[in-house]
């Protein structure tokens, strides 16, 4: 008998061709019914012959884009369908479906923008179910066109029969556009205060290869471009842009052209190439070609994406610019100013970026959600994500299990946010430090918006416990929207950091923590860093961690590592310590300076403790003459990393310091050897490579020794590593080795950030832990 089959399928399963795919599949199979997208997924029904079989059918023929979560069959009656049809959306209150990240173009798109005969040939707004804009222009679900930015363009007759036909490559592609219908491209040179009218895309890349510095819109945001050879082009946009010696990212033509400047393994290319397309940090090649020294000053890693819409593919591609003045490498850094959140709107685009371009390359496609490129890189052979945003965003983490409804605040510096709804948590795309006042808006308009995507109101809101956070603040503010105060949980910043990677990996029950970070606020109100916490969701013991250094200045130590240098000297040798700094420092600090600090130091004014590991990496990083002075976050440890990797021999081989751990819980790690060790050895002349080595191996054995002695009081064999100072390659790859060697078994982050881009996570399960 030929009965009726009801397939709910929940998952990443709208604006990905899943219904077209559905459809195709129930012609196909001479089935009867309809498919519609609602707010929690796609529902189906057929009757026919092969109902029953249908739902394995729809299984095994997943669109590529598309991942489904759960699948549920139900048997009815017959009703009679005489054919298949997609059916109207429809909403239902308080349910959600998934929303698509943005999705570099497919090849088949691709192919279509270069192909003279096509009618899309040179669109740089070419997309299809398998590939285009998404989150970045969604309003609200269910996801369809009037929800989205692409509202404003009315299709074509071409475009309409292309999106009515269940059997195109673009059936039901929302974004779907055309040179008739769609969004265009304006091109606004330097002065000229006007949109030019020839070929904008032309007009762009000749500015560029006159040195020029253009605004152009992407996916996400706007990006600032020039021609990553030029130098002069490159230097003029660092002193812009005022970024210090933070390295710029670069666009490349292609994978070959990458391989010009780098080492590309294979799990790289496929990160390259793959359809997140994020800027990947790969190592600097020896004998490099020509890359303008300001792109990345001193660095031995680059960041290199591929284009990923056919715009940015038209940079390079352009058939009308002569194959041998076409652009190679583009520097394409976030369109922005310094620690403010990327511009997305074409007038805000012009008001504040005008004094950083000399030229736009813009168009009328509105960007709903700003989300920013993001950074990925492939560490002991797994892809990990730095910064999580475009490509990524708002693919969320499967909890395994129903989660309360939880809005998690997230930190200060690297913020996201989270939201729970069902068994997912929902990590916001990357928004960054939230000290100004328009990064506060972006994190107000994203919190708004997901909300509304995934049908969530919270009643639970997870916060840090620093006190003068503005995640914080914004947590005592928060009502729900009923207007009501939500329960307020506070959660340990290092504590959400284990937290995170433990869900993540989708572990439960205790684990060894190891968080190493520059600064997270401590149960006692001093400044953790350096924490070994026996954890699990619902709480933690503090096991184990570094002595306090009081850093002179507070922040401004940060900003100086020389002064924690100094800090650390006096805490290892006393009296000695003036002396030995202008040995080891001569002119490098004044007189004055170091002395202003001496005084503070004896006194104890303005000099916060603080154990974070990071601000080891600063002092000893200035100790051997490394870095006195930072221009962008973490630098310091970076070049310590840096003069690491460059020192001869491996770190296997490398022998640690000595330094001493005390036995009580919370054990303290007592880096005053360690710090005598290395004065000795740069007063002796030993290069300052190897020490940076001998003190990566110290740091591998503090983890090592504390972790035994944790297994063997704690009977607990996996150990979580997290925080910010993980980032550094060489570090990481010895612990995990390490660790594993000794038979422990190893957690780490790979879908979220290692830095504090995982604290909001990581409150929302702590929450959650906490609730029942
Ligand atoms: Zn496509
Ligand atoms: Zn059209
Ligand atoms: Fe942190």
Not at 555 to 582: H, K, N, Y
Request: proline share 6%; glycine share 10%.
């Amino acid at each position: 008998m030929a009965g009726r089959v009801r397939i709910t399928v929940t998952g990443v399963v709208q604006g990905v061709g899943f219904r077209p795919a559905v459809y195709n599949l129930a012609v196909c199979m001479g089935l009867a019914g309809y498919v519609l997208n609602n707010s929690s997924g796609v529902v189906i029904e057929v009757e026919g012959q092969a109902a029953v079989g249908f739902a394995q059918a729809v299984i095994d023929n997943t669109p590529p884009l598309a991942s489904i979560k759960t699948i549920d069959i139900e048997h009815l009656p017959p009703a009679g369908y005489t054919g298949f049809e997609i059916r109207f959306s429809e909403a239902v209150p308080g349910e959600f479906a998934l929303v698509s990240p943005d999705i570099a173009t497919c090849p088949d798109c691709l192919r279509e923008a270069h192909d003279p005969a096509d009618r899309r040939h040179l669109y740089p707004f070419t997309n299809c179910t398998n590939c285009g804009p998404r989150y970045s222009i969604v309003e609200g679900v269910p996801y369809d066109r009037p929800l989205t930015t692409m509202r404003a363009f009315t299709m074509c007759p071409v475009c309409k029969a292309e999106y009515d036909n269940p059997a195109d490559r673009r059936f039901h592609a929302q974004p779907v556009a055309c040179p008739a219908c769609g969004p265009k491209t304006a091109f606004r040179g330097e002065g000229s205060g006007a949109w030019g009218q020839d070929d904008p895309v032309i007009d762009a890349v000749l500015e560029m290869l006159a040195g020029g510095i253009v605004a152009i819109k992407g996916l996400g945001g706007y990006q600032l471009a020039c021609d990553a050879t030029d130098s002069e082009a490159v230097k003029t946009l660092r002193e812009r842009k005022r970024k210090g010696r933070k390295p710029f990212a670069v666009m490349a033509k292609d994978v070959d052209t990458v391989r010009l400047y780098c080492e590309v393994s294979p799990a790289e290319e496929a990160l390259l190439t793959g359809r997140e397309r994020p800027i990947v940090l790969l190592r600097k090649k020896v004998g490099a070609a020509h890359l303008a020294e300001d792109v990345a000053p001193g660095a031995l890693w680059l960041g290199f994406m591929l284009p990923c819409t056919p715009l940015h593919d038209l940079l390079f591609n352009h058939p009308d610019i002569p194959e041998t003045d076409r652009p190679r490498v583009l520097v394409m850094t976030s369109g922005n100013l310094s620690e403010e959140p990327i511009v997305i709107d074409n007038t805000e685009a012009v008001e504040k970026l005008s004094h950083l371009a000399d030229a736009f390359l813009s168009h009328d496609r509105d960007i709903y959600m700003r989300v920013d490129d993001s950074v990925a890189r492939v560490v002991a052979g797994v892809p990990r994500i730095i910064r999580r945003a475009r490509g990524y965003v708002p693919t969320p983490i499967d909890l395994g299990h129903p989660m309360p409804e939880i809005f998690a605040c997230g930190g200060e510096l690297k913020n996201t946010l989270c939201l729970t709804k069902g068994s997912y948590a929902i990590p916001s795309q990357h928004i960054g430090d939230l000290a100004s006042h328009e990064a506060f808006v972006f994190y107000e308009e994203t919190l708004k918006n997901l909300k509304r995507t995934f049908s969530a109101d919270p009643k639970v809101v997870a916060h840090d416990m620093h006190p003068d956070y503005m995640s914080t603040r914004f947590a005592q503010e928060y009502r729900t929207d009923g207007g009501d105060p939500p329960t307020l949980i506070p959660v340990q910043h290092h504590h959400a950091h284990i937290a995170a990677c433990m869900a993540e990996n989708g572990v439960s029950g205790a684990v060894i923590g190891v968080a190493f970070d520059g600064t997270g606020y401590g149960t006692d109100g001093r400044i953790w860093g350096s924490e070994f916490l026996v954890a699990g969701y619902a709480g933690f013991e503090r096991f184990a961690h570094m002595n306090y250094i009081p850093l002179p200045g507070g922040d401004r130590a940060v900003r100086e590592p020389w002064r924690t240098a100094l800090s650390l000297l006096v805490q290892a040798c006393g009296d000695e310590a003036a002396g030995l700094f202008t040995m080891l420092k001569g002119k490098a600090v004044s007189e004055r300076d170091s002395s202003l600090v001496l005084q503070m130091l004896a006194k104890g004014v303005n000099s916060p403790l603080s154990c974070g590991m990071g601000r080891l990496f600063d002092g000893v990083s200035s100790l051997i003459g490394v870095m006195d002075v930072i221009s962008f976050e973490g630098e310091a440890a970076i070049g310590l990393e840096t003069a690491a990797w460059r020192a001869a021999g491996g770190l296997s081989g490398a022998v640690p310091y000595p330094y001493e751990l005390s036995g009580v819980v919370p054990a303290v790690i007592d880096t005053v050897q360690l710090i005598r060790a290395i004065v000795e050895d740069a007063l002796n002349g030993v290069a300052r490579e190897s020490i940076a080595l001998r003190f990566h191996a110290t740091v591998a054995d503090m983890v090592f020794r504390v972790c035994k002695s944790a297994r063997e009081a704690r009977g607990l064999e996996t150990v979580a590593l997290s925080g910010g100072v993980f980032q550094n390659a060489l570090l990481f790859e010895a612990v995990e080795a390490g660790l594993m060697s000794r038979g422990f078994r190893v957690l780490s982050h790979s879908k979220m950030p290692t830095n504090d881009g995982c604290v909001s996570l990581g409150q929302a399960v702590v929450a959650a832990a906490n609730l029942t």
